[in-house]
Every structure is written in structure tokens, then in C-alpha cells.
């Protein structure tokens, strides 16, 4: 007996006095005190042999608390009829606690035990809030584990409470969290199962800007709802601290777009695809209602929200909320109590009015907040009204306050967020963005912002090779992000958390710039962490953006490279890239640079120079097109080896004298092993100087591309399939695609080279047959027709005319460069060329040649054509290429200076036009010709099942 009064004093000491002095056993507690070693005597005394074994494992695997009432009893021996009533369930004999009287009786045949086991058992059962979101309705002997509760306010439903819950009682999964807020709401009133269903939902999303739901039940006749306590209180606390929040204005803008996803999360509610969609809307959006934890908003109080199926209509009935947030549509000001359909508009409404407060409060601080409510107020029918519009029309003051606001701030973040305000504030509600749309703009402004942060801590590290390199990087990834892509996704809450990981690696960033000791910043090893996270940050990109972002860095850092030996970003290249497309590209870049601006003889050309003294010699000529077809014959080539010449006339010797440096440049470009592949130029064989014909001529070397017999070969221009088109073999859509986006890219490497093409054509694109049943087509691409392009910081120009001496190439050109200005040429451009590509891709898309597309303007002047072109074509190119094509189009054809493309005002000027280049015109063809190839795929292999039986053939269809 002596062993039972032992235990009964552990179990004794185990208990503990909550909040309102009643005392509890903890959940976890008689693990240590109910022991195999310790109740083996009290068992073995009470129980035989053969029973013995049994009671102690059905008390170790779940009899614990039980067996310790029974302990307080000095009952052990009772615990058999509770194993007896077990009907040989798998489960453990605690899970039916706690008994009800009639059923203790029934157990234990003794209605005094069975009393005092009832009164007994309240101490040993406390609840465990495990975020189990059904409500409960607990007994009114139920022993709540709240060690202490502190009173924190008292609203229109009911008190509410700060609380401690004893840590075994805890949810495991409530982040951390300590301290709670227990919500009284009284038992008439009908908010509360609303709010429960509405919070037990969204609990499905794990949004963190969402208040979690721990448990809510009834209890002595008060509804209860439990939440992890936010320290920092709520948004209007926040708006009246007097020392702002945050470091950084970023970080305000990161806290609205945080809440904005919670909205965006609420209106368009998708937990997966095997879920419906619902649609809802909060109803009540007001400082009051949103929490402040330090480092997000957090969306609360759903008493009055909606949440519906998506077919369902959103709109319910306006609950009659007081403040200044109100959307005009919910209630008229001469009729305050008339109650009018609420919808997610009202909502956007409401979210506009707090996000103004917060930009205000930002800039000026309390008294700012403050100064604005009195900006807005205005009397109707006696009574002062401080709200955000004024019925049926705007509050003027609003817009203007706010202007004012962001022109004395300062920063071009805080001015787009308030013409995002003033859009939201709009007095019409389908005018209003949807929250998705809010969301994009407050996440692109937060990560404007923190770019703007970066940037003078790179700038503060220029002169390290390695931080050049990367801050390229980041520049580079900033020009190819695109924040709408995100909120393609299907599920809100996955597109936040992507962002959120966005400015995680922004944050890290810049700590990690500005713990860079400057002494040390020569060494590419403190550059490792701002390596990784700029990788980090181009993988978050889209497959789409990846590409830009290469394309962009390649761009960037081309325009580094100096022919200078000393060049310290060229040296820092492998380092940072290995032997990739852009080392490869920057060493074809610094051969060209070390010859640019040297008085070049024949000698001194490193490339091949070929000339007639030598024995070299040219036979069999054809033409094809303006160029021609020829077979080498010298001492080191055996039964001629076929080549393509450019010819390049001079006639009087200073004109040569001019031609050398040039053609030596292009073709220490053309002849460089790096060149890349992107230029689609055919393998260059030497420059060869006929000084008896007076020209020069460039040679291609067709013999190592071509794939068939040498003795038919039929080089084709594209300008010759144009005109002589077969219309039983047109190419299909997606081959045209690729045509321009293989030409487009061409072009743009060609550039971020410093050259310039000047006579871009159809006449410049070459098809090279690879067998007699093969369209040309649907053969690789070649550009040709370097003969007059020079580099871009050259100042020689032979002028337009003299380039092509073909009249009909004229209407490639722009108009403004055709024109004269004091009887001269204008200077080359490099949007001269994206118009002859422009014209280039109108050919592709028609499959006929710009003479026949404009034949009734044959006879118009330059600009007359030109108009013609943008105006009768490019309405029709919509429809047969898609609106994408047509602007890509649009955009070669009047000017990439409309492109509204922003860079960076680190990025070299030289650089800026093929940033645009890049993001207005390649990647959307990039875009185009991937989307064509994704589709011919599905085609092909729906086509497959097709022939195989399993299913009808299916029209492909083409999305734009």
C-alpha cells in the first residue's frame, strides 16, 4: 500500500493552477511519473499473474490518465472494468475520457466511485489545442490550460484576452508562438459562425499575411476563438507610432503587398485543382481589423466576410460599417442607415484608403495622418464626414494630398503606388483593379525598391572587376523580371510565397553588399555569396525570363570590354562564367577592338588576304542573287573549292584606301573562332584582294555547310523563294517563327558586337539545300550581305545609294536615313536596321516580297511608302501572325524609342538601345517561336495516338 500512497503524492505534485484557480494534470506530465518500474508493485498487489501483464501494457499505451484517477481514488483495482468495456477496439482506454455520470455508473456498478471519478477526471482531461478548426462545445467542468489571462480590450461582440497556454496544451504547429488571444463573442450572436467557417478555410491556404486559427469552441455560454497574440497590436497602433517601423521605405512597401495577397487570396480562394474555386470578399477592411506582428499585416476579423462558390454571385449586403474606409457604393451620405450591396470592389475600395493612410504615414509620419483626414473633410446636411470620396463623385483632396505627398517624398516607387491608389479609390467600382492586379503592382513597386537600395552599394564596389560583373547580373535579372508572370500562377498563395522569396534574397543581398570590406573586394571569393544569390535570383525567372537575362548580361558586359590589356572585367569573365557564350563572345569582341582605329595594310590583316599575285584565282562564277557562286582554284585547294563572294567595288584608290580598315575589322570578325552562332554567318574563308577588277571580295566557304553533291548545289536568297514562291510549299507558321526569331537574334548579336549590318534584306538571307525532296525553308538560315557594314563607332559611311546600287532595296531602308540633311547621308543608326528587320519580318509573314506586298505605292516617295506600310499592314499582320508578331513589327518600324523600355541609369548609353532591342523585339519572338514549337509537339503527338487508334485526330489550334 505503501507504493500506492507514493504515487498518489507524484500524481499530486503534478498538477497546476490556471488562470481562474482551478488545478490540472498537463497532457505530457505522467509519462515520467506512470513508469513500468513504478506501477509494476501497485499492479502485481491488486491483479494476478495472468491479468497483471495486461493491465500494466493497456496502462503504458494509453491508460495513463485513467490509471491516475483511479490512483487519487485508491480505486486501481476498477481499472479492469473500464479494459472490459474496451469491445476489443484498437485504441487507447484514455481516448473515451471524459465519462459522462450515467455512463461511469454503468461501468463501475458503484455510483459513489462512479461520482468521485467524475469530479476527478476534469483535472486530468484540459483540452489540446492542435489547430483542429471544427468547432467544439466543451463541458462546463472542463479545466482550461490558460496559466494566465489579461485582459486587452472589449468590442462590439465580446471581450477579448491575452492568454498563456500551458506548453503542453499548445498547437505544435503555431509558429513559435507563446502567447495567444482568446476572442469572446457572445452565444447570440451569429458572426461567429461565419467567422469560424471563413477562417477555418482559408487555415487551407498557410497564407502567412492570414490570421492562423488554433481552436474556437463554446464554453459557459461564450463563443471562443483562439489566434497566435501579435505583439505589435494592430494597423491603426501603427499609424499613430510616432518612430517609424521600418528602416526603409522598402519595407512598408513589402508590408502592403504582403496584405494585398491575402486579399488577392480571399477574392479568388483556389487551394488546388482538384478543389473548387470560391470567391469571397472581407467586408470590413479598416485598420482595426488588420494586425501588425513586426514584420507583416496580417488579415483578421472575419465576422462580416463572404465567401462563396465561384458560379455563386459575390455580391452580399453591406453590414452598415462605420469609418472612413467605406466604399461609396455601400452607403448614400444623405441616407447613412440604407444598406447597398458590398462586393471584392468595395473591398479594393477599402484596401486603397489604407494603403493611402500607410504611404501618408510613411512620408509625414502621425501628423501627416492626421493632416490628411482633415484635408479631407467636408459637411453634408450638417454632419462631417472625413471620407475618401464624396457620394457619387471623388474627395478631391485625396488625389491632391497624396500627389503632393509623393512629390515631396521623392522616390519614383511612392509615385506609382499612388497612381495605384488613386485607381483603386476610382468612385466606380468596375473601374477599380481586381486584387490580383493590385498585388502585381504593390510586389513589382516593393522590388523597385529594393533595387533602389542596391544600387549605390554596387556603385560604392566599382572598382572591383567581380562586383561589375555582378552587378551586370542583378541588372540583367531586374530587366528580364516581370512581376505579372507570377500572378499567371493558379494559386495566389504560390505566387506569394515565390515574391516573398524574391525579397528574402533582395534583403540578403543587401546585407550582403554592405558587409564587403573594400580592402578585400579585388578577391572573387567575397563575391561568392552575391554570385549565388544573383543566380538565385535568374532561376526564379520564368524559362522566358532565363533567356532574356542571359541575353541581357551578354549586352551589358559586351560593352565593358575595352581592347586595353590592363581590362580587368575581361580577365574576371572565366572567373565568373567558365567557358560560356558570353567568355566566348568577349573574346571575339576584344580581337575586334585591339584593330579598331589602326591604319591597316593587307599585311597586317590577321584573317586570310587572297590576292591574284599569289596565284590565287576565282572560276565558274554564277550569280546568285547580287553575289556569286565560285570555285577556288590555288596551289593548296584540289578540283576548285566552292565559296560565295561579296563583291565590293572601289574604282579610284582613295576609296580603298578608305574600304581596307573596314573590311580588315569585318573580317577579323567574320574569321574569328568565337563568333557566335547566333549571327548565322556561313563559315568565312579570307578576304580576297582582286586589285585588277578594283574591288574586294568577301568568301564564304559553302563546301564545309553544304551537305550535298557539290556539283548541283543551288544556293537559294530568301528574296528569290519570295518571288518565285510555290504555293503547294509554303512554310507553316511556326517555321516562320523561327525564321524571324532566328534573323531577329542574328541581328541583335551583330549589334551587341558594335557592328552595323546597313543593308539588311531578303537579298542577305541565304538557304542552303541539304537534299532535292527538302524545301530550302525548312533549312538553316545563313546572313550574308556584310559588304557595307562597318562598325557602329566608325564615322566612314558610304551612304545608303552607293551600298545597295539596287533601287528596289531602297524601300528597306528607313525613310530618315534615305533623306539628305545639307546634301549629306545622315549618320547610320542603329534603329535603321531593326526597320529594314522590320520590313524583313513583313516579308516573312506575307511569304511575297515588299514590292508585291506595296505594289499600288511603287511610284510613292520614301516617307509616303513608309506610312503606307505601318498604316494598310500592320492590321492585317494581327490577324494572319498574331498581335505579338505585328508589334514586334510595329516596333521596327517606328522607332524602338517607342518602346517605353526603362534601364537603368548604370547601363552604358550604347547598351540602352539593345536592352529595348532585346525585351521588345527578340524575346517576343523567342516567346512566339518556343510557344509554335510547344504546340506543333501536342499536334504531333495527338496526330500519333491518332494513327495509332486511340483517339481521332484533333485540330491544332494556335493561342496568341
Known amino acids: 500500500m505503501g507504493d500506492v500512497q507514493v504515487l498518489r503524492r507524484r500524481i499530486h505534485e503534478l498538477r497546476v493552477e490556471n488562470a481562474d484557480a482551478r488545478k490540472f494534470v498537463p497532457e505530457n506530465a505522467l509519462v515520467d511519473v506512470i513508469t513500468r518500474e513504478t506501477i509494476r508493485p501497485v499492479v502485481s498487489a491488486r491483479f494476478p499473474l495472468d491479468s497483471a501483464q495486461e493491465v500494466t501494457n493497456t496502462v503504458l499505451k494509453g491508460g495513463r490518465k485513467i490509471f491516475s484517477i483511479l490512483v487519487t481514488l485508491d480505486n486501481v483495482g476498477c481499472i479492469q472494468h473500464f479494459i472490459k468495456r474496451d469491445q476489443l477496439q ?15 455508473r454503468d461501468i463501475l456498478k458503484d455510483e459513489y466511485i462512479a461520482d468521485c471519478f467524475y469530479e476527478a477526471q476534469w483535472g486530468f482531461c484540459a483540452p489540446v489545442f492542435t489547430r483542429k478548426t471544427i468547432p467544439r462545445t466543451f463541458d462546463r467542468h472542463v479545466v482550461l490550460p490558460f496559466l494566465r489571462k489579461e485582459w486587452i480590450a472589449a468590442g462590439a461582440y465580446g471581450a477579448v484576452y491575452k492568454i498563456d497556454i500551458h506548453p503542453d496544451h499548445r498547437p505544435v504547429n503555431s509558429d513559435t508562438a507563446t502567447e495567444f488571444v482568446r476572442k469572446e463573442i457572445a452565444l447570440g450572436d451569429g458572426t461567429y459562425d461565419n467567422e469560424v467557417r471563413i477562417l477555418s478555410t482559408m487555415q487551407c491556404l498557410d497564407h502567412p499575411n492570414i490570421l492562423k486559427l488554433l481552436a ?17 497590436g494592430t494597423l491603426r497602433k501603427y499609424l499613430q507610432q510616432e518612430k517609424r517601423t521600418t528602416a526603409h521605405h522598402s519595407e512598408t512597401f513589402h508590408l502592403i503587398a504582403g496584405l494585398a495577397s491575402a486579399v488577392w487570396a480571399m477574392h479568388e480562394f483556389v487551394m488546388s485543382s482538384d478543389h473548387p474555386a470560391h470567391k469571397g470578399h472581407h467586408d470590413d477592411l479598416r485598420p482595426d481589423n488588420v494586425l501588425y506582428d513586426g514584420s507583416r499585416l496580417i488579415l483578421a476579423d472575419f465576422g462580416l466576410s463572404s465567401l462563396k462558390a465561384s458560379p455563386e454571385n459575390s455580391n452580399t449586403t453591406f453590414k452598415g460599417r462605420q469609418g472612413y474606409y467605406q466604399a461609396p457604393e455601400c452607403a448614400e451620405l444623405g441616407h447613412p442607415y440604407n444598406e447597398h450591396g458590398a462586393n471584392r470592389a468595395s473591398d479594393i475600395f477599402a484596401f486603397g484608403c489604407m494603403i493611402a493612410d500607410i504611404v501618408v504615414h510613411l512620408a509625414k509620419g502621425p501628423s501627416g495622418v492626421r493632416e490628411f483626414q482633415e484635408a479631407r473633410t467636408f459637411r453634408l446636411q450638417q454632419i462631417t464626414f472625413h471620407l475618401f470620396h464624396k457620394g457619387d463623385r471623388p474627395n478631391d483632396a485625396v488625389a491632391a494630398f497624396l500627389e503632393q505627398t509623393a512629390r515631396d517624398f521623392g522616390s519614383p516607387v511612392f509615385q506609382d503606388i499612388v497612381r495605384l491608389i488613386n485607381t483603386m479609390l476610382d468612385t466606380d467600382p468596375k473601374k477599380r483593379p481586381l486584387a490580383r492586379h493590385v498585388t502585381t503592382k504593390l510586389y513589382d513597386a516593393t522590388i523597385a525598391a529594393f533595387v533602389e537600395q542596391s544600387k549605390p552599394l554596387f ?5 572591383s572587376p567581380h562586383a561589375v560583373i555582378e552587378h551586370a547580373r542583378f541588372r540583367s535579372w531586374r530587366g528580364s523580371f516581370d512581376a505579372s508572370y507570377y500572378f499567371t500562377l493558379p494559386r495566389p498563395t504560390t505566387a506569394a510565397a515565390m515574391l516573398e522569396s524574391i525579397v528574402d534574397t ?18 572573387c571569393r567575397t563575391f561568392l555569396d552575391i554570385r549565388r544569390m544573383n543566380t538565385e535570383l535568374i532561376n526564379s525567372l520564368p524559362e522566358a525570363g532565363r533567356a532574356a537575362a542571359e541575353t541581357q548580361i551578354s549586352t551589358i558586359i559586351l560593352k565593358m570590354i575595352r581592347s586595353d590589356p590592363d581590362d580587368a572585367v575581361y580577365d574576371s569573365l572565366r572567373t565568373a562564367f567558365g567557358d560560356s557564350r558570353i567568355s566566348r563572345l568577349a ?9 579598331e582605329g589602326s591604319s591597316t595594310s593587307v599585311a597586317d590583316v590577321p584573317c586570310r588576304v587572297l590576292s591574284s599575285s599569289s596565284g590565287f584565282r576565282l572560276r565558274d562564277r554564277k550569280d546568285v542573287g547580287p553575289f556569286k557562286l565560285a570555285r577556288i582554284h590555288d596551289e593548296s585547294t584540289v578540283g576548285g573549292r566552292l565559296v560565295l563572294e561579296e563583291v565590293i567595288k572601289y574604282h579610284e584608290k582613295y576609296r580603298r584606301q578608305k574600304l581596307l580598315p573596314r573590311l580588315s575589322k569585318l573580317a577579323e570578325l567574320l574569321a574569328s573562332p568565337n563568333l557566335p552562332s547566333e549571327l548565322r554567318v556561313p563559315p568565312f574563308y579570307g578576304l580576297h584582294d582582286n586589285v585588277k577588277a578594283a574591288s574586294f571580295g568577301l568568301l564564304y566557304d559553302l563546301a564545309e555547310v553544304y551537305q550535298g553533291d557539290p556539283a548541283s548545289l543551288a544556293p537559294k536568297s530568301l528574296h528569290q523563294l519570295l518571288s518565285d514562291r510555290n504555293e503547294r510549299e509554303l512554310p507553316d507558321l511556326e517555321r516562320r517563327y523561327s525564321l524571324a526569331s532566328d534573323l531577329a537574334e542574328a541581328l541583335a548579336a551583330l549589334h551587341d558586337l558594335e557592328w552595323f549590318h546597313k543593308d539588311l534584306s531578303s537579298h542577305s538571307v541565304l538557304f542552303l539545300p541539304t537534299s532535292d525532296r527538302q524545301p530550302y525553308w525548312k533549312t538553316q538560315p545563313y546572313l550574308i550581305g556584310f559588304h557595307h557594314s562597318r562598325q557602329t563607332r566608325e564615322d566612314f559611311s558610304e551612304g545608303p545609294l552607293t551600298a545597295s546600287q539596287d533601287r528596289s532595296r531602297e524601300r528597306y531602308h528607313d525613310p530618315e536615313y534615305l533623306s539628305k540633311d545639307n546634301g549629306q547621308f545622315r549618320r547610320f543608326r542603329p534603329e535603321f536596321d531593326y526597320y529594314s528587320l522590320g520590313i524583313l519580318l513583313l516579308e516573312i509573314a506575307s511569304w511575297t516580297t515588299i514590292g ?21 499592314k500592320l492590321t492585317g499582320l494581327q490577324f494572319s501572325m498574331g498581335s505579338v508578331y505585328a508589334a514586334v513589327v510595329e516596333q521596327c518600324l517606328t522607332g524602338l524609342k517607342q518602346s517605353g ?17 532585346r525585351k521588345t523585339i527578340t524575346g517576343p519572338l523567342r516567346t512566339l517561336r518556343s510557344h509554335s514549337h510547344e504546340e506543333d509537339l501536342i499536334s504531333t503527338a495527338q496526330k500519333r495516338k491518332a494513327d495509332d487508334g486511340d483517339e481521332l485526330p484533333v485540330t491544332k489550334r494556335w493561342h496568341m
Open 216 to 232: 474556437c469552441y463554446t464554453h459557459n455560454d461564450q463563443h471562443n476563438i483562439i489566434s497566435p497574440y501579435i505583439s505589435q
Open 90 to 104: 484498437a485504441r487507447p482506454i484514455d481516448s473515451l475520457l471524459p465519462f459522462t455520470e450515467i455512463d461511469l
Open 587 to 595: 573574346d571575339a569582341k576584344r580581337r575586334i577592338l585591339e584593330v
Open 852 to 872: 508585291a506586298i506595296m505594289s499600288t505605292h511603287a511610284s510613292e516617295d520614301y516617307q509616303t511608302f513608309a506610312m503606307a506600310v505601318i498604316e494598310e
Open 506 to 523: 533582395l534583403r540578403q543581398m543587401k546585407q550582403a553588399l554592405e558587409d564587403i570590406d573594400l580592402a578585400i573586394a579585388g578577391d
Open 901 to 917: 523600355v526603362v534601364v537603368e541609369e548604370a547601363v552604358p548609353i550604347t547598351a540602352q538601345m539593345n536592352l529595348a532591342v
Open 459 to 463: 556603385a560604392n564596389l566599382k572598382s
